[in-house]
């Protein structure tokens, strides 16, 4: 009952994972083919500068959080993305001036948020869920804190890697002879995406480090 159990679960967080997938290349493709140029190319110089733009990264991220945090607080409204905006300002602002503290906050923020995809993908919920969230959170936190310079170059090149394959995705899906193609990889989406997500982030941490130690550079 068990073994069955958990195999339902996984097949369920496959589902999940297949309909989130399905519904960002739905997004891309309603978007303009043009608005892929700036992903690709904010996603390439992530990857390749990544270590210098850190700071710059951090505000960003830090102002993507809070806005998602301010729509929620807000809720359905005629102004709801302004306050959403606004709050997102205030918190990548804050977020300059402690630079390496922000950085160690972003990566428990980033472990935690990938930690809860996939243990809610799985259908855990209660104390299952945020106790590993939370685990997730203070170990990416504490990592960060001890290891900021790889932390660094490891957000940025996956962000990077993110707005690079986000940008190529708008401008192919709007290739009507390559739609289809697409649509039908988003049935193997937990293994196609972290697969081309995961390459060219691991090329930028390579290229990241390499850069860093031949330039003796402390971060």
């Given amino acids: 009952m068990g073994t ?68 929620q607080l807000v809720g359905p409204r005629d102004n709801q993305m302004t306050y959403a905006l606004a709050c997102g300002t205030v918190l990548g602002l804050l977020s300059y001036w402690p630079g390496h503290f922000s950085v160690a906050v972003l990566g428990g923020i980033i472990g ?20 590993g969230v939370g685990a997730a959170f203070a170990a990416c936190t504490a990592f960060a804190v001890i290891n900021r310079r790889h932390v660094v170059i490891l957000v940025t090149a996956f962000l990077g890697a993110l707005l690079l394959l986000s940008g190529l995705t708008s401008w192919v899906l709007n290739l009507p002879a390559l739609f289809g193609t697409f649509r039908s ?16 982030t691991v090329m930028s941490c390579f290229y990241q480090i390499a850069e860093v130690r031949r330039l003796q550079i402390e971060l």
Avoid at 188 to 200: A, E, Q, R
């Fill in 4 to 71: 069955h159990r958990l195999s339902l679960k996984l097949r369920l967080g496959v589902l999940n994972m297949t309909v989130s997938v399905q519904d960002w290349i739905s997004l891309l493709r309603d978007g303009h083919s043009a608005a892929g140029i700036p992903l690709i190319v904010g996603g390439l110089s992530l990857m390749l500068f990544g270590w210098r733009l850190w700071k710059v990264c951090v505000v960003l991220a830090f102002g993507l959080i809070g806005t998602l945090i301010g729509a």
């Fill in 185 to 200: 990889m988003a049935a193997w989406s937990v293994i196609v995406v972290p697969f081309l997500v995961l390459v060219p």
């Fill in 112 to 131: 935690g948020g990938v930690t809860h995809f996939y243990l809610e993908s799985m259908n855990l919920s209660g104390w299952t869920l945020w106790g």
